[in-house]
Every structure is written in structure tokens, then in C-alpha cells.
């Protein structure tokens, strides 16, 4: 099992930035893939980015430029970042951490709200 606890969100002005963090626990050694989706209201969840064990790091094409995803290993913790900077009000959405096992058990987040607005 893998628990996942977000934070980090808020309210934010246009432009403005935030960092989101992902503490990830229990059996971390299994994970080889995490990432950030996000879903605004009334759209289904979509994919923010991703970084693999080792692999490549992956970035809709709404967010390249302007998002950063970065990973922190420690003992028995495994802790996600999204970088977020330039803003935008489309950002506005609850963000999710997501992890995936060697054996693709997949868990979620509960997720934390960016609220960008002036």
C-alpha cells in the first residue's frame, strides 16, 4: 500500500506562483512512476506531468515552460514538487498526486485546490 498526502494549493493572482508537494509513505521502494494530474469543474482529470524512476519527465503541453517536476528521495519517504509559476486562470483546478507500483497498483491523492484569480 502507498499513501499519498498533497499540499501546497491556494488562491494565487494571474502571473503569481505556487509549489505543490506529494509526500509519498508506506511502500515507497515499490513506486517507479509518479505524476500530477489536475481536473477543473466540469472536465474530466487530465495529466499535468510526470516523472518516471530514472526515465523521463513528461509535460502537457499547457503547462511546458511554465511548470517544473522534480522528485526528493529520503529514507522512508518520497516527496513530489510541481513547480508552478505563470499562472494562469485556466490553471484553476483540485490537483492530484499519482503513483504507480512496479506490479501497476495505481494510487491517488485526495488533492489539493489552485484557485487562480485576481
Known amino acids: 500500500q502507498v499513501q499519498l498526502v498533497e499540499s501546497g494549493g491556494g488562491l494565487v493572482q494571474p502571473g503569481g506562483s505556487l509549489r505543490l508537494s506529494c509526500a509519498a509513505s508506506?511502500?515507497?521502494?515499490?513506486?517507479?512512476?509518479m505524476g500530477w494530474y489536475r481536473q477543473a469543474p466540469g472536465k474530466q482529470r487530465e495529466l499535468v506531468a510526470t516523472?518516471?524512476?530514472?526515465?523521463?519527465?513528461?509535460?502537457a503541453d499547457t503547462v511546458k515552460g511554465r511548470f517544473t517536476i522534480s522528485r526528493d528521495n529520503a529514507k522512508n519517504t518520497v516527496t513530489v514538487y510541481l513547480q508552478m509559476d505563470g499562472l494562469k486562470p485556466e490553471d484553476t483546478a483540485d490537483y492530484y498526486c499519482y503513483a504507480r507500483t512496479v506490479t501497476y497498483a495505481g494510487y491517488w491523492g485526495k488533492g489539493t485546490p489552485v484557485t487562480v484569480s485576481s
Open positions: 516523472i518516471t524512476s530514472g526515465g523521463p519527465i513528461n509535460y
Open positions: 508506506g511502500n515507497i521502494v515499490s513506486i517507479n512512476f
